[in-house]
């Protein structure tokens, strides 16, 4: 069974600065799919990127862009000139190709301090 | 283009009650997938549909349970409420498999 772990129940981070939100994940397939999603106090699940296992880059949106590694598992995000507006719940996801049921993470909060 | 509606918002039932929320999503999009999320058990999936077909359906009693219509519009139904059913439920679409879902600002379920 795949399973996703967020290991950072929580960060902070200053403002303008740049910080790194941890995700591992376990799976013995090969093709899949995975997303970072951010959860503002208003609740909804905004999509911040996504990243296909068999693309060897690296994701990029925008101040946001991951860390794939595959061997490793491992799926980091990385928020440069971090801003009021990304404190929020930053949750990991798997989704195997083929399918639509995500597995996610725990989640980490993010406080971005001013 | 309007985003994934959940409706209501808010809910409160008593115990032994039961509910239906409703979700539209975007226009185009044929696979809804429902999610509970409570902070102890985190976010959870319940069941996916597309096309009026339930494809998928997570670890849940069978007082859970979905439909989706026609126009795609889904309604999840949760029968003799228990406490423990209090949560946000979140809706999703997705325009095809493999693709990224979007998602609704949820209904808070409180039971009481």
């Known amino acids: 069974a795949q399973t996703v772990t967020q290991s950072q129940p929580e960060m902070s981070v200053q403002e303008a600065e740049t910080v790194t939100l941890s995700c591992t994940y376990d799976?013995?397939?090969?093709?899949?799919?995975l997303f970072w999603y951010k959860q503002p106090p208003s609740r909804q699940m905004i999509l911040v990127i996504r990243?296909?296992?068999?693309?060897?880059q690296n994701a990029t949106e925008n101040r946001f862009s991951v860390n794939f590694q595959k061997a490793a598992k491992s799926f980091s995000l990385k928020i440069s000139d971090s801003q009021l507006g990304d404190a929020a719940m930053y949750f990991c996801?798997?989704?195997?190709?083929?399918?639509?049921?995500?597995?996610f993470g725990t989640g980490t909060r993010l406080k971005v301090l001013a | 283009k309007a985003g994934v509606t959940q409706t209501p918002r808010y809910l409160i039932k008593t115990r032994g009650q039961q509910v239906t929320l409703s979700c539209s999503p975007i226009?185009?999009?044929?696979?809804v997938s429902w999610y509970q999320q409570t902070p102890g058990q985190g976010l959870q999936f319940l069941f996916e549909?597309?096309?009026?077909?339930?494809?998928n359906k997570g670890n849940f009693p069978g007082r859970f349970s979905g439909r989706q219509f026609s126009n795609s519009r889904s309604e999840m139904n949760v029968s003799t409420l228990e406490l423990g059913d209090s949560a946000l439920y979140l809706c999703?679409?997705?325009?095809?498999?493999?693709?990224?879902?979007?998602f609704g600002q949820g209904t808070r379920l409180t039971v009481v």
């Open positions: 549909y597309f096309s009026e077909t339930q494809r």
């Open positions: 999703a679409s997705r325009i095809s498999m493999n693709t990224e879902a979007f």
């Open positions: 226009s185009g999009h044929r696979s």
């Open positions: 996801a798997y989704l195997l190709s083929g399918t639509y049921k995500y597995i």
């Open positions: 799976t013995s397939e090969s093709d899949y799919y």
């Open positions: 990243q296909e296992a068999y693309k060897q």
